[in-house]
């Protein structure tokens, strides 16, 4: 089961970091575009209406799941007698298509839908695991073809060599791996259905591609190992900053775990905390000398959040980041099951720019002074919220005079 469904990045700085890799990567053009689709989406905000495409969509173009992770909302062991796919089908109760793979003739479609939009950032990612659909390296090939930035999230374990190849020849930008462990011993305990020999497979499959890249002097695509901490596997945060430096990875990301009624028992307790409050920073400083970047800060902040319980930001997921279900629903965000339009049924752009949409953003950019979450949407310790306390703060000099009436609440510290 893919367990994070964003990116490595703390979303609030999604916008900044993008166009920080544009100009890295990128030629001047593209850099022109994307800083325009980037002050059209903010310029969308202010005005409360949608101007242009999102800045990036999450495709889960597979929702059932080889793995059983114990702390997963979907797939999850804990959630006796339910199977992956029965799981990921109940997300889609509403509906009579209860496909758990997506069509690819659905995806194609889409994507040429999404590019017309403005947005270049896609990521396959969301409540399955993507290496499982028979057409990945194609999808990848068609977004690139597009001029679109593509993420993968993947659990790792069907990350072959040959597969990597094919990857790398796809022109794949980033690959995100959620690891969740940083030594073999606690691998089976967090993913339920694999033994602990997995994870020596994964690291030696990722050492194979930082080897293969060096030899066909490429940098991409780029690695990012991802972690949910919970009690099981707390203690490895140095460990984990270890393993990426041992494949050559980017980037750390660091997130505490979000339990339901079925999985509390993993939560970070008092003990746990206290170590990570020692070990994160020694992490981060070890990932510092080695160029590997991390998000200490974020996971604190998320955990204070998650503490506190209240919400304390508007949301501007409905100008930034749809969520598409492997039966072709257009849901809010990531985690919300409120669907806003069917791509067997419809194009993206036709579903994009509905006005009916508007209800739900409204909603949104008030979810602060209400407390009332997004109809179908479970906005209490939602991750988003930091990216849009980020982008609240600055917003705010001109979301004051555009009519917004609360001042942004501080950031949360750690
Ligand atoms: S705050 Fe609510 S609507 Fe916004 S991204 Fe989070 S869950 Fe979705």
């Known amino acids: 089961m893919v367990t994070y469904v964003g990116r490595f990045h703390p979303p609030g700085r999604a916008i900044l970091y993008h166009c920080k890799g544009t100009i890295l990567h990128h030629h001047k053009g593209r850099v022109i575009s994307d800083y325009w689709h980037s002050a059209k989406i903010m310029a969308g905000i202010l005005a409360r209406r949608v101007l242009t495409g999102p800045h990036s969509v999450q495709v889960s173009i597979v929702d059932a799941c080889n793995y059983r992770c114990v702390m997963c909302w979907e797939h999850s062991s804990e959630i006796e007698g339910r199977g992956a796919d029965d799981l990921a089908r109940d997300y889609h109760a509403t509906k009579k298509n209860k496909a758990t793979v997506m069509d690819y003739g659905v995806y194609e479609s889409f994507v040429r839908s999404l590019r017309k939009t403005g947005t270049r950032d896609i990521s396959f990612a969301g409540i399955g695991e993507p ?10 090939v068609l ?10 999230t993947t659990n790792g374990s069907l990350l072959t060599p040959d597969l990597m190849k094919e990857l790398t020849r796809a022109g794949l930008d980033d690959i995100n791996i959620s690891l969740n462990a940083g030594a073999a011993g606690e691998y089976g305990l967090v993913h339920a259905n694999q033994d602990n020999s997995r994870f020596n497979q994964i690291m030696e499959n990722l050492v194979w591609l930082r080897e293969y890249k060096r030899r066909q002097a490429v940098g991409f695509p780029r690695v990012t190992l991802s972690h949910v901490i919970s009690n099981l596997n707390s ?3 140095v460990e984990m900053m270890e393993c990426a430096v041992r494949i050559g990875a980017i980037a750390v990301s660091y997130r505490p775990v979000d339990t339901c009624a079925q999985t509390s028992r993993f939560s970070l307790g008092t003990e746990e905390r206290e170590t990570l409050s020692r070990t994160l920073p020694a992490a981060a400083g070890l990932g510092n000398k080695n160029g590997i970047s991390s998000n200490v800060d974020t996971f604190f902040q998320l955990l204070a959040l998650r503490d506190a319980g209240n919400i304390p930001s508007p949301c501007f997921a409905g100008w930034l980041y749809p969520f598409v279900l492997a039966n072709g629903d257009v849901t809010y965000c990531c985690i919300s099951r409120e669907v806003l339009g069917n791509l067997a049924e419809r194009s993206f752009e036709s579903i994009w720019f509905d006005p009916r949409r508007r209800e739900l953003d409204k909603t949104a950019i008030r979810i602060h002074k209400t407390q009332k ?10 991750e988003l919220t930091l990216s849009n306390q980020r982008i609240y703060n600055r917003l705010w000099p001109l979301w004051g005079r555009a009519g917004g009436t609360a001042r942004p609440a501080s950031n949360y510290q750690g």
Request: glycine share 4%; hydrophobic share 45%; proline share 3%.
């Open 131 to 140: 290496l499982l659909h028979k057409r990945i390296v194609d999808a990848v």
């Open 235 to 237: 203690h490895r945060a």
């Open 373 to 382: 979450p997004v109809s179908k949407s479970r906005c209490r310790g939602c």
């Open 143 to 152: 977004a690139k073809a597009l001029d679109m930035q593509v993420w993968i």
